[in-house]
């Protein structure tokens, strides 16, 4: 059924500094909202609990995308369409431009933003994947002050995340590689626009020849979570890619992830694609190096 | 400006007419456009931005009115189906969507008009890949999307 929309608040404080101070007033009481691609589906099954929510849309210096040489420093309410028009991003963090193209559509893509697809806290969001595999790290905001830390672990449980209710995310930070990066990234949906993510995976590595020197893999809808696989990864990193191996890792990867069976897909079928993907990332680092 | 029972005034331009309105700001832009300002042309498909049939433009860009509260519209330029034609000449797409046949049974074809508009305006000469994906977000049950396709490169020969 559909929501009684007189019950709920949006309110439009002009400044950050206003807006930091509403979710400290009573932390807790409000909750911020911006492209609203996933609160306004909630709204519309009768399915949005919460009633309050202050609008951050306007607040232009949470959007944009700042590089220095060590950084690229992307704000909260960057779009999806923002994303894919960056030239640095394209260049060296792809897997994040190709989170951004196929994620909804183009109207989606509009109004999405990637601190939205962080903290709305999806275990099937496109983007996080991605940031786990780049060891993204987050700025939270509060009327204290910002803290960074690093995005891996900020997911601690099924929508439960290391943040406080007077606190906003409002930047997300990539450090840039000097050395070439493999960059590996596959959603599996029903279709290529729109669909929810069966699967979605996310890895980088760094390597000599055939040798891994540094992995990093990141999975979508397999886990409560958007899931780095660090024992994965562990059981990689040192090693020579050859069919053994292989199988290793995908053997490591179905311990390591716990996919279940919903209306989008099934436990065994996302197994497996979760164990051939894999396969299929360290054949392309065996064949290109 | 919020008012006495909980409504807030908000002030926007709809096919460069300016609107002054007392609202819920989680209204829908969809339900405001159809039922405030009776613009109907704009139809209702999923309500959950899945098929496109509400798109409007805000500011130049395809959004899905029905995941837009009118709360963050304040200052915002809309363009509807309605602000397509220009007096009695139709839109180059539109004409194009009558010729080849792109429009059938009606409910997608405002916003399937509105992202093909939308398409030629930012990829004047596209190609095949940019006309899927500009229109990825728009579904139609009747024409195959073909018929639609065929529509978006008539449109681009005849503009």
Wanted: overall charge neutral; proline content about 4%; glycine content about 8%.
């Amino acid at each position: 059924m559909r929501a009684y929309i007189p019950d709920y608040q949006l309110t439009t404080p002009t400044t950050l500094a206003e807006t930091l101070a509403l979710l400290a007033s009573e932390p807790g009481l409000w909750k911020p909202f911006a492209g609203g691609t996933d609160l306004m589906v909630l709204l519309e099954t009768g399915k949005l609990s919460h009633r309050n929510y202050v609008n951050i849309w306007h607040l232009d210096e949470l959007r944009g995308i700042d590089s220095t040489l060590q950084h690229v420093t992307v704000g909260a309410l960057t779009t999806y369409t923002d994303v894919q028009a960056n030239t640095i991003l394209r260049d060296e963090f792809p897997m994040l431009c190709q989170a951004a193209s196929e994620t909804g559509g183009l109207a989606i893509q509009n109004r999405g933003t990637l601190g939205g697809n962080i903290v709305n806290a999806s275990p099937a969001a496109d983007s996080p994947p991605a940031f786990l595999a780049y060891d993204a790290e987050i700025e939270l905001t509060s009327a204290q002050g910002s803290r960074w830390l690093p995005y891996q672990g900020f997911h601690m449980g099924y929508k439960q995340m290391n943040m406080r209710a007077d606190e906003l995310l409002t930047r997300i930070r990539l450090t840039r590689s000097k050395q070439a990066l493999k960059h590996y990234y596959r959603k599996v949906g029903t279709r290529k626009a729109q669909a929810i993510s069966k699967v979605c995976f996310a890895a980088t590595a760094r390597a000599s020849g055939h040798k891994i020197d540094e992995i990093r893999i990141a999975l979508g809808s397999v886990a409560p979570i958007p899931l780095r696989c660090v024992r994965t990864e562990g059981v990689l990193r040192g090693q020579v890619v050859d069919q053994s191996l292989i199988e290793t890792g995908k053997s490591e990867l179905a311990r390591e992830i716990v996919p279940i069976d919903d209306i989008r897909s099934t436990k065994d079928y996302r197994l497996r694609i979760s164990e051939n993907l894999l396969g299929d990332f360290l054949s392309s680092i065996a064949a290109t190096s | 400006m919020e008012t006495a029972n909980n409504t807030i005034q908000v002030t926007f331009m709809v096919n460069s007419v300016s609107k002054t309105i007392d609202v819920y700001p989680m209204a829908r832009l969809l339900d405001v456009l159809r039922e405030q300002l009776l613009l109907t042309g704009t139809k209702e498909g999923c309500g959950e931005g899945e098929c496109g049939a509400c798109t409007v433009l805000i500011d130049g860009r395809i959004v899905n009115s029905c995941l837009v509260p009118i709360g963050q519209i304040n200052g915002a330029q809309i363009t509807t189906i309605e602000g397509i034609a220009s007096d009695d000449q139709l839109h180059a797409v539109q004409q194009a969507f009558i010729d080849c046949g792109g429009a059938q049974c009606g409910i997608c074809t405002p916003g399937m008009v509105l992202a093909a508009v939308n398409l030629l305006e930012r990829y004047p000469n596209p190609t095949e890949t940019d006309i899927r994906n500009g229109l990825a977000g728009n579904l139609c049950r009747c024409t195959g999307c073909m018929k639609i396709f065929e529509s978006v490169v008539r449109a681009c020969k005849n503009k």
